[in-house]
Each structure stands twice: as C-alpha cells, then as structure tokens.
C-alpha cells in the first residue's frame, strides 16, 4: 500500500487509507503520535505512553517521544505496528 505524506504547519501525518503517525519536530526531540490502540502496542522498553483520551489527537492512541538517533530504530518497529493495525 502507498504511504501518503501530509505536511501540516507544525507536524508532518504518514496516511494510508487513514492516519498511522503524525511526526512533531521539537527543540530536542520528535514526538511521534501513532494511530492504533495502546493496548495492541508491543512496547519491550516502555517508551510509549497512553494517550486515547488526549483532545489534541483525537484518534491518537500512542505517543513515542525520541531523543536521541541511537533511538530510530526502536521508534521505526513502533511505526511498522501502526502501519499493520491501520493496513
């Protein structure tokens, strides 16, 4: 399936047929916000943290925030579950 990149002002949303994740740029950090339920994540490091009743993303269920390269990798295994849940 095709990803479909959609800029926003202040962040940067990965779609399918739906959202998967949207990306935020912050000061010393990216905070990733993925479309799928926080109970249907695999988190080994708990990283992620529950976010289904935030108002901001209203159909956001996870938040992943990275600090440092040495994490993309991780973050890039939590983005391929949103991808399976949303495809």
């Keep these: 399936k ?9 962040y940067v949303r990965f779609n399918l047929s739906s959202p998967v994740v949207a990306i935020t740029p912050r000061k010393e950090s990216l ?3 993925l ?4 109970d249907e994540l695999n ?7 529950n976010i289904e009743d ?3 993303w209203s159909s956001a269920g996870v938040e992943l925030v990275i600090f440092s390269y040495n994490e993309l ?4 295994g939590i983005i391929k ?4 849940y949303v495809s």
Excluded at 2 to 10: G, Y
Excluded at 35 to 38: A, D, R, S, W, Y
Excluded at 73 to 76: E, I, K
């Design 2 to 10: 095709k990803i479909v990149m959609a800029p926003k002002k202040k």
């Design 31 to 33: 905070q990733l916000s």
């Design 35 to 38: 479309f799928m339920p926080f």
């Design 43 to 49: 988190d080994s490091k708990g990283l992620c943290k």
């Design 54 to 56: 935030n108002v901001w």
């Design 73 to 76: 990798n991780y973050a890039m």
């Design 81 to 84: 579950q949103a991808y399976d």
